[in-house]
């Protein structure tokens, strides 16, 4: 009987997210306004080349160095990490339901959704795919792990400004009460209230 590699069951996570994302992107409303084809190419291709520095195993000099030990421990930790980030991506897709969409954009019928991760932070899908990240970082252990985490922070946060632009236009104040009693890419478990 052949066992899985550590490196395959961290790869596990990232395959059944590809394949929800592929299965519930059939099921969206239709665009009714999206971001410039411009700036959707450079969230791209920062991404690529991060999910390329963390996942293909490229010859890249110091990048290649170690920053945490090649143990186990680490490397079931980082399994760990990523299962948690995944899921949180997955739950906030679910929860954003037909109003997803790769791009930023507004669907039609556009709801501001506010349940689930959404209740606690505004790119909740962006976080979990940060966290998994940072797991598949830590598994890797190498310097090109904590580059591409840091590419995919930058990207992530510049693409969830886009589109804090374009729902602060859509819905107003009831946005704007909504960014106050959440957290950017991190939960905020307080209200300025408290």
């Given at each position: 009987m052949r066992?899985?590699?550590?490196?395959?069951?961290?790869?596990?996570?990232?395959?059944?997210?590809?394949?929800?994302?592929?299965?519930?992107?059939?099921?969206?409303?239709r665009t009714k306004e999206r971001e410039k084809s411009a700036d959707r190419l450079a969230t791209v291709v920062v991404v690529v080349v991060a999910y390329e520095l963390l996942f293909a195993h490229w010859r890249l000099g110091a990048l290649d160095l170690r920053f945490l030990p090649d143990t186990?421990?680490?490397?079931?930790a980082g399994i760990a990490i990523t299962w948690v980030g995944v899921a949180v991506a997955i739950w906030a897709r679910y929860c954003l339901g037909v109003y997803w969409s790769a791009r930023v954009t507004l669907k039609e019928g556009h709801q501001l959704i506010c349940s689930g991760p959404y209740a606690y932070v505004r790119h909740p899908i962006y976080?979990?795919?940060?966290?998994?990240?940072?797991?598949?970082?830590?598994?890797v252990g190498e310097w090109r792990g904590i580059v591409a985490v840091i590419l995919l922070l930058l990207a992530h946060s510049r693409k969830a400004m886009r589109e804090e632009s374009l729902l602060k236009r859509e819905f107003g104040e009831e946005y704007a009460a909504y960014r106050r009693r959440t957290g950017f890419l991190f939960p905020k478990f307080w209200s300025r209230a408290a």
């Open positions: 066992h899985l590699t550590l490196w395959q069951l961290e790869m596990i996570p990232w395959w059944i997210f590809a394949a929800y994302w592929l299965i519930t992107a059939l099921r969206v409303n186990e421990w680490f490397a079931w976080t979990g795919m940060l966290v998994g990240c940072i797991g598949a970082a830590v598994v």
